[in-house]
C-alpha cells in the first residue's frame, strides 16, 4: 500500500471534572487526510484545503509528529500529506490533535504498523505542543483509540481505555470566536483549593466509576468541574445560560470541550440530545454570535481509512 486516505476525528477534552487527563472522541466531525509514501525521503505538505496553516513540516502540528515518528522509524522512504481541514482551529474540539494524530496513524498503516496506539499518542503529543505550548494527550488519546480515555500519565505516557455507555450521545454548540488553548491554560491559576481538588478527584473517580457500570444518574453527578470551569467559562460568551438551558432540556452534564470556546453536553439517548440542540440554539440565537451545533454518537472505533 503505497497511499491511504483516513477520517481524523474531533474530540473532547477534560469532561469537566478531567481537566488534561479525560476525553472523549466525536464521530460526524473530522478531518481528512491523504499520505502517500515517497521515494525522496522527509515530510512534504503538499495540500491544504479549509483553513490557512503552515506548509513547512516543522512548523505545521501534522508535519511535526510525523517527523518525531519518522526521526524513531527512519524508514527507506518519505511522505507527502494532504490535509482536508474540517475542523476549525480554535475552536476547542481538537484540530491541532485531529492533524497531529492523523498523520502518524495514517503513516504507521503505511509501514505496516509497527506502532502500537500509545507510540502513536507520543508522536502526535509532539505535534500537539507545537499548538498549545505545552505536551498533553486528552484530545490525541481519544482521537486514536476511540471512546472514553483517561489519560493515567504522560512520562512514562500511559492511556487508559473507558468502557462508553451504549446510550451516550454528545451535543456540541460551537460559536464562532476563537481561544487559544495557550491563553486558556495562562489564566489557569497554578495552586488550587484542598476542598476543591478532594471534590475535584472524587468526581473523577465516580465518572470513571459510572462508565463501567452504566450508571446515567452518577455520571450526570460526576460532571462537575470546580476547578477550572470557573475560571474559563468567563472566556466563553452566554456559557452559564447555554448550561443551564442543556441541562433543563435533559442533558446529563454540561461543560467546556477542551480550551473552549466549544460547550458539550452529554444525554442519555439521540432524542435527548436533540432536544438538548434544540436548548442551545435557543440561548444562543439572540446573542448575535455565528454558531454551529452537532450531535454526535460517541465514536468508539477513533481514526478510520477510508
Ligand atoms: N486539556 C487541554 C486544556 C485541552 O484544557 O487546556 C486543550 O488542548
Not at 466509576?209 to 468567563?234: F, G, K, W
Not at 435533559?250 to 442519555?268: D, E, H, Q, R, V
Amino acid at each position: 500500500m503505497n497511499e491511504i486516505k483516513i477520517f481524523s476525528p474531533a474530540t473532547v477534552a477534560n469532561v469537566s471534572c478531567g481537566f488534561d487527563v479525560l476525553g472523549f472522541c466525536l464521530d460526524s466531525i473530522g478531518d481528512e487526510m491523504v499520505i502517500r509514501k515517497t521515494d525522496k525521503k522527509g515530510i512534504f505538505i503538499t495540500k491544504i484545503e479549509g483553513y490557512d496553516l503552515p506548509y513547512e513540516a516543522e512548523k505545521n502540528v501534522a508535519g511535526v509528529s510525523a517527523l518525531a515518528l519518522m526521526e524513531d522509524a527512519k524508514p527507506d522512504c518519505g511522505f507527502e500529506i494532504e490535509i482536508y481541514k474540517k475542523i476549525k482551529p480554535g475552536s476547542g474540539v481538537g484540530s491541532s490533535s485531529a492533524s497531529a494524530a492523523g498523520s502518524v496513524y495514517a503513516i504507521n498503516e503505511l509501514l505496516g504498523r509497527p506502532y502500537d496506539k500509545t507510540q502513536l499518542t507520543h508522536f502526535a503529543m509532539k505535534g500537539e505542543a507545537l499548538a498549545s505550548g505545552s505536551e498533553h494527550a486528552d484530545n490525541i488519546a481519544p482521537a486514536i483509540f476511540g471512546g472514553f480515555t483517561l489519560v493515567k500519565s504522560c512520562t512514562p505516557l500511559k492511556v487508559l481505555e473507558i468502557p462508553t455507555p451504549s446510550s451516550l450521545y454528545a451535543t456540541i454548540i460551537h460559536p464562532e470566536i476563537e481561544i487559544k488553548t495557550s491563553e486558556a491554560r495562562a489564566i489557569l491559576p497554578k495552586d488550587i483549593n484542598l476542598q476543591n481538588a478532594i471534590t475535584q478527584w472524587a468526581n473523577v473517580g465516580s465518572l470513571v466509576h459510572a462508565m463501567h457500570t452504566d450508571d446515567y444518574a452518577l455520571l450526570s453527578e460526576s460532571l462537575n468541574d470546580v476547578i477550572v470551569e470557573p475560571h474559563r467559562s468567563q472566556l466563553i460568551p452566554h456559557f452559564d445560560s447555554v448550561k443551564s438551558e442543556s441541562l433543563k432540556a435533559g442533558a446529563l452534564g454540561c461543560g467546556i470541550s477542551g480550551s473552549g470556546p466549544s460547550i458539550f453536553t452529554l444525554s442519555k439517548g439521540k432524542d435527548i440530545a436533540e432536544l438538548v440542540a434544540e436548548a442551545m440554539k435557543t440561548a444562543y440565537s439572540s446573542t448575535g454570535i455565528n454558531f454551529n451545533i452537532y450531535v454526535s454518537k460517541i465514536n468508539t472505533q477513533g481514526m478510520q481509512v477510508i
